[in-house]
């Protein structure tokens, strides 16, 4: 990708593709990106460690496993219902946005900039994303440290519309490029492989084993069940 076909009189004031985009009221990001992606992985760090600490308090011999999938609950609650939640009220005025959360979404629309141009997909699905597996994240967290059996259903049930939603993301960023030419990321590897790709796959990856292992804990009950109820009958 080049900025060839576009002429000075074309370019906008801003580091988004395409760069005759118009983005109303759009004011640079003052805050440095080591210290924006520091911020976002010391909330991350921090939501982690409270979770551990509570977990261990409400369940001293909690496995490691079950430890590891509240954190990732914990953490999705945290992303979906702020985060995410922060750009589903503030849509309408991103590229203007100058608080800590407005300057990360703005750092992270270098790979997609329909987060700063009020997509429809993108503001649709980042507001379900937020009102639904944003608080049930949180519910599910719980259940798992309680070591509840109903986590089961409700992991299953977040963990695919996370991927459900991850899946349809990707797939119009692809079709709207090949099929319209649209141009959504800047042209550095950097920004599509690792905002776009990596930071994105984790909730297609964990999400999908977290199914995996809950229909395989659900198969394993329904088995012990139908063993009882079958001697029972004898």
Same mark, same amino acid.
């Given at each position: 990708?080049?900025?060839?076909?576009?002429?000075?009189?074309?370019?906008?004031?801003?580091?988004?593709?395409?760069?005759?985009?118009?983005?109303?009221?759009?004011?640079?990001?003052?805050?440095?990106?080591?210290?924006?992606?520091? =911020?976002?992985?010391?909330?991350?760090?921090?939501?982690?460690?409270?979770?551990?600490?509570?977990?261990?308090?409400?369940?001293?011999?909690? =496995?490691?496993?079950?430890?590891?999938?509240?954190?990732?609950?914990?953490?999705?609650?945290?992303?979906? +219902?702020?985060?995410?939640?922060?750009?589903?009220?503030?849509?309408?005025?991103?590229?203007?946005?100058?608080?800590?959360? *407005?300057?990360?979404?703005?750092?992270?629309?270098?790979?997609?900039?329909?987060? +700063?141009?009020?997509?429809?997909?993108? %503001?649709?699905?980042?507001?379900?994303?937020?009102?639904?597996?944003?608080?049930?994240?949180?519910?599910?967290?719980?259940?798992?440290?309680?070591?509840?059996?109903?986590?089961? /259903?409700?992991?299953?049930?977040?963990?695919?519309?996370?991927?459900?939603?991850?899946?349809?993301?990707?797939?119009?960023?692809?079709?709207?490029?090949?099929?319209? *030419?649209?141009?959504?990321?800047?042209?550095? /590897?950097?920004?599509?492989?690792?905002?776009? %790709?990596?930071?994105?796959?984790?909730?297609?990856?964990?999400? *999908?084993?977290?199914?995996?292992?809950?229909?395989?804990?659900?198969?394993?009950?329904?088995?012990?069940?139908?063993?009882?109820?079958?001697?029972?009958?004898?």
């Amino acid at each position: 990708m080049s900025t060839s076909g576009y002429t000075e009189a074309t370019m906008a004031d801003h580091p988004y593709f395409p760069p005759d985009l118009d983005l109303p009221g759009y004011t640079p990001n003052q805050i440095g990106v080591p210290i924006l992606l520091a =911020s976002f992985a010391g909330a991350v760090g921090f939501a982690c460690s409270v979770t551990s600490v509570v977990a261990r308090t409400v369940r001293p011999g909690i =496995s490691k496993g079950q430890l590891l999938t509240a954190m990732w609950f914990v953490v999705c609650g945290c992303i979906h +219902l702020f985060f995410e939640g922060y750009f589903a009220y503030h849509n309408a005025n991103m590229p203007a946005r100058m608080d800590l959360f *407005g300057q990360l979404w703005k750092e992270y629309a270098l790979s997609d900039r329909r987060y +700063l141009t009020r997509d429809s997909f993108t %503001v649709c699905m980042e507001t379900v994303t937020a009102v639904a597996w944003g608080p049930l994240s949180f519910v599910i967290a719980w259940l798992v440290v309680t070591d509840s059996p109903f986590r089961h /259903p409700l992991q299953i049930v977040v963990s695919l519309g996370q991927m459900y939603g991850d899946v349809l993301y990707y797939a119009i960023f692809f079709f709207d490029e090949s099929v319209y *030419g649209a141009v959504y990321c800047r042209p550095e /590897p950097f920004y599509f492989w690792a905002y776009f %790709v990596m930071m994105n796959g984790f909730w297609i990856v964990i999400p *999908g084993w977290i199914i995996y292992t809950s229909v395989i804990e659900t198969a394993k009950a329904f088995r012990v069940a139908e063993g009882s109820a079958k001697v029972k009958s004898l």
